[in-house]
């Protein structure tokens, strides 16, 4: 199977670029955040504020958590609700950023992109794809981009959606979530030692897909 690895911060434009290789290279794609998301909104249904380790626990002991296709678009499903509708808020990026950093909950994630790997010629994203889920990844990218770039287009995202959001509290979050991500002890966010870095601040869309399927395809052919 060839397996295509994308890391990056929180707004550095890993989906749309795993969307625009996808099109071209007819590859599935396998969002690893909506997995985070899936087992936060699970936990966010207790009602409890703050992260309780038992809790949680006891819930990742019992789910079953299961990535499903309808036509193209990827949904989640715990046990068997789908959450898909309810991933993209504040509350449930900040309760996933916050849950991805226990062991346990990795444990339960990393069974499905692994198995996801072996299984599909796949384009991944998330944040430990490369250094962790596959070491071994045909090829790996690390997106970047200026925070105040990135909270932009989070900002942007959200107006559009007719979310009333405040860019400074956007910004914020951001950063308490970049912090997080690449803080924490197990599989921090990090560029993979043999990953491609791109600063796509003045990168369109387009350029970028392009310049990323150009070293996919010259790796393939190799
Ligand atoms: O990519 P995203 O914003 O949907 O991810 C939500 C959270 O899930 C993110 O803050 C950290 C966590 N995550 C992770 O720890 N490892 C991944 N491979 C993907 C996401």
């Known amino acids: 199977m060839i397996n295509i690895a994308i890391d990056g911060f929180m707004g550095s434009g890993k989906s749309t670029l795993a969307k625009g290789l996808s099109k071209k290279l007819n590859f599935k794609v396998l969002d690893t955040g909506a997995i985070f998301r899936a087992i936060a909104c699970a936990y966010d249904k207790k009602g409890q504020d703050e992260v309780d380790e038992d809790l949680l626990k006891s819930i990742i002991d019992k789910i079953v958590v299961k990535v499903v296709f309808i036509g193209d678009e990827q949904h989640v499903f715990v046990d068997d609700e789908d959450y898909t509708s309810e991933l ?40 430990d ?20 770039q990135r909270a932009k287009r989070r900002f942007d995202e959200l107006v559009n959606k007719g979310v009333a959001v405040d860019f400074d509290n956007v910004l914020k979050d951001l950063k308490e979530r970049d912090y997080r ?8 966010l990090k560029p993979a030692e043999d990953a491609i870095t791109i600063d796509n601040a003045d ?20």
Not at 92 to 121: G, M, P, Q, T
Not at 133 to 147: C, S
């Open 88 to 127: 993209r808020s504040e509350k449930i990026s900040s309760l996933a950023s916050k849950i991805s950093a226990k062991s346990f909950v990795r444990e339960k994630y990393l069974d499905i992109a692994r198995d996801f790997a072996k299984n599909n010629d796949c384009i991944m994203e998330g944040r």
């Open 129 to 148: 794809i490369g250094t962790v889920v596959m070491p071994n990844a045909d090829v790996k990218f690390f997106l970047t981009a200026g925070e105040s």
């Open 181 to 188: 991500d690449s803080h924490r002890d197990i599989a921090p």
């Open 203 to 222: 990168m369109t869309l387009e350029e970028t897909v392009d310049y990323c399927y150009d070293i996919i395809i010259n790796k393939i052919n190799k």
